[in-house]
T-cell receptor, first 115, second 113 residues
């Protein structure tokens, strides 16, 4: 399997622009997570889905952030409008509830810089 | 609720030194415990895990033992290498009605030649 695939790997944009980050989980995984990592706050859970349904979005910072999972193989995290404080590395991760290892698989991350 | 507290870094060591990163947890029931590692420029990946009390997880020379009496899961390696430089995260998982995974703050380890 190719693992969790995220795009873009790097994004540089200007304040006020819309940013869309994409994630393809591992096939067969029924949970998908979006995390944000910064030096100041470490690793933060933003939102997670089970069978394409958002379960907990309490970590989403504010209304400028939204996430969707239209099908089992694709999810997006959108920031509109973006602000410099949104600069971070955003990770997508997936797992199967039927997993016998309990391992959460992470993508390589999308590094966002908002100028 | 479930939570994990791990030793703050950064930690700087010389090659072949002994490494310990402390991790304690608070949880109801019997969670599984994990150590994840993040190498520079990469996502997190599983290093080792333990699913019940007294289990020892091991991988790449690292070990951690699930201690229920002290609610701890400390990570150790007897002789570190430069390639072990990374950020290490302790994590606690519960898979009951729903999935819950709690990460520690992460500990940055730098190993110098």
């Amino acid at each position: 399997d190719a693992g969790v695939i995220q795009s873009p790997r790097h994004e540089v944009t200007e304040m006020g622009q819309e940013v869309t980050l994409r994630c393809k989980p591992i096939s067969g995984h029924d949970y998908l997570f979006w995390y944000r990592q910064t030096m100041m706050r470490g690793l933060e859970l933003l939102i997670y889905f089970n069978n394409n349904v958002p379960i907990d979005d309490s970590g989403m910072p504010e209304d400028r952030f939204s996430a969707k999972m239209p099908n089992a193989s694709f999810s997006t995290l959108k920031i509109q409008p973006s602000e410099p404080r949104d600069s971070a590395v955003y990770f997508c991760a997936s797992i199967s509830q039927g997993s016998n290892t309990g391992e959460l698989f992470f993508g390589e991350g999308s590094r966002l810089t908002v100028l | 609720g479930n939570s994990v507290t791990q030793m703050e870094g950064p930690v700087t060591l010389s090659e072949e030194a002994f490494l310990t990163i402390n991790c304690t947890y608070t949880a109801t029931g019997y969670p599984s415990l994990f150590w994840y590692v993040q190498y520079p420029g990469e996502g997190l990946q599983l290093l080792l895990k333990a699913t019940k009390a007294d289990d020892k997880g091991s991988n790449k020379g690292f070990e951690a033992t699930y201690r229920k009496e002290t609610t701890s899961f400390h990570l150790e390696k007897g002789s570190v290498q430069v390639s072990d430089s990374a950020v290490y995260f302790c994590a606690l998982e519960r898979f009951s009605n729903d999935y819950k995974l709690s990460f520690g703050a992460g500990t940055t380890v730098t190993v110098r030649a």
